[in-house]
Each structure stands twice: as C-alpha cells, then as structure tokens.
C-alpha cells in the first residue's frame, strides 16, 4: 500500500502570543514525525489563534494588522528548519503580512524546508472581522514530495470549503488530497458538507479544527473512496472528539487513485459547456447582502 499520513492537529492556541504558538506547535510536530506522519496539518492561522479586533475600539484594527508575520518571519522559517530537521511537510497557517493588508494564509512546507504552496483564503468571512484581510485571488495545487512518492495536494480554508467550487476547481487542477485548516464550529450539517466535497470529486480530504473551548473540536479526514464492492462508504478515516490531539489519517494512495480510474463522479460526465450562469457575478434577491465584496 502507498500510504500517505497526515496528523492533523487539533490544538488550542495561546491567542497572540506568538512565540507560544511556535513552541506549542513544534512540540506537536514533532510528536506527529515521531508517529510516522507525511505532513503535519494545523488549525486556522495558527501564529495568532485565529485572534481578531474589536471594531469598536480605536486602533484595534492597526494594532491586530501589525501582528501579521511574512513569509520569511522569522516564525515561518522555523517551521520551514524544523520541516527540514524531522523531514515532514508541514501545513502551518498565519495572518500573513502584505501589501495592501494582512491575507489569512496556509504556507505548505516540503520535507526540505521549501514552501511549495501559498494560498491565501478566497472566501473571507466578509460578514465579520475577517473582513479585513486581503482575500485570495485563485486556488493551488502543488505536488508535494513524500515518503510514498509524489502527491497532489490543494488547500482550501474554513469557508472556503461551504462554495462547492472551491473543492471542484482543485480537483479540476489535479488535487489527490485537500487540507483544510478550520476554525468554526464543525457541527453534523458542515461535516455533511464536507463529506459530500470528498464524494462528488473523489477527493481525500484533511481538516484540522480548533480544540474545545476555542472551537468544538472534530477535526476530521475522508479518503474520497465512497463505493467499494456493491456498498457505499461514509469515507472517514479518522474523526476526532473535542479535546486536543494528533489524530493520524492514513490515506491509500493506489486505492484512491484505482478509484478515481474508474468511477463515475469527478470531472468524468460533466457539463461545463451548460454551467455559463456560475460565471455570473450578479447576485439575485434573497442573497444580496450590503458586505459582500466583489
């Protein structure tokens, strides 16, 4: 079996202390080597605990923006040592530091210490804080050298994952496997949701959410394999409770791939030439809301 781990860690943060927040997450690093994991995958942008402003103060704002770190902080590049030390790949999240503001980012580390993706968050929560960041402008697929060969691997972010283009435009692009850094609420309706994104593109997915009580906790991965003999699958190879952990997700590559040779789902009968209207950007009543960028 060529078999791809990720750990996912479920983590609670200390908030803004930065320097916190790289101690704790080397630790769990290398926890995560020492289990046999491919990649280490971390909650939403871990350098500041998915930390944000209250509108309402003066300065808040500037003084939250001013926490953002670039990519090669300092914080990133320890990481990047560490990745090339344990030779891990590490998915490490930031509020990443940019011209014109600060973007909510995922730095995909190689086992070498090389960044072999950059995604910053297409969709921002515009109907809250998260407003001020600088939203992504595409999503990315990398391949991403392992242990058992090369992988293809794409990110989305938290609300990414509720667009169903987010997962189908990767899969488009070549993604074997997403990883989805998380901070919200994981509830039975979103893990649905994310089920069905693993289904209907035969995509393995990884999500790595905040530990109880910042978030609910129930990081979770599927391996995108929904039939197997005459019966279907719910997919999931590891679910996580509330409290913090690694929760290893072991992901068959040659089963996975063998599915994706012959099932029907993916980009196998579909019909973009009748899909023109998703290209529309006008937004029709009742979904039109007064904060939504375009």
Not at 28 to 33: G, I, M, T, V
Not at 147 to 166: K, L
Not at 200 to 227: C, V
Not at 249 to 267: C, K, P, S, V
């Amino acid at each position: 079996m060529s078999q791809f781990t990720v750990a996912i860690l479920q983590l609670a943060s200390a908030g803004t202390d930065q320097q916190a927040n790289l101690t704790k997450g080397e630790f769990y690093c290398r926890h995560a080597a020492a289990k046999g994991a491919d990649l280490a995958l971390f909650p939403e942008m871990w350098n500041i605990g998915y930390s944000f402003f209250d509108p309402a103060q003066p300065g808040a704002r500037e003084a939250w923006a001013e926490q953002a770190v670039t990519l090669d902080s300092p914080f990133v590049s320890h990481f990047q040592d560490l990745a090339r030390e344990l030779n891990i790949a590490i998915g490490l999240t930031l509020l990443e530091k940019t011209d014109p503001g600060p973007r909510n980012t995922l730095a995909l580390i190689d086992r070498t210490g090389k960044i072999v993706l950059t995604y910053a968050k297409v969709h921002t929560c515009d109907f809250g804080p998260e407003s001020a960041c600088v939203r992504g402008e595409d999503f990315f697929v990398c391949t991403l050298d392992t242990a058992a060969g090369p992988v293809r691997i794409g990110a989305m972010i938290c609300y990414d994952r509720e667009a169903p283009e987010s997962a189908r435009i990767l899969m488009l692009k070549g993604a074997e496997i997403l990883i989805v850094p998380n901070a919200c609420e994981m509830e039975q309706l979103r893990l649905g949701q994310l089920q069905a994104r693993a289904y209907e593109n035969m995509l393995g997915i990884a999500l790595a959410n905040y530990a109880s009580p910042q978030e609910n906790g129930h990081s979770i991965a599927y391996d995108g394999i929904a039939y197997e003999g005459n019966g279907s699958r719910d997919m999931i190879l590891v679910q996580a409770g509330q409290v913090e952990g690694i929760y290893l997700a072991h992901f068959d590559l040659d089963a996975l791939r063998a599915y994706r040779q012959g099932e029907i789902w993916g980009n196998a009968y579909r019909r973009p030439g009748r899909y023109n209207q998703l290209l529309d950007p006008a937004v029709q009543p009742p979904f039109q809301r007064k904060d939504a960028r375009r």
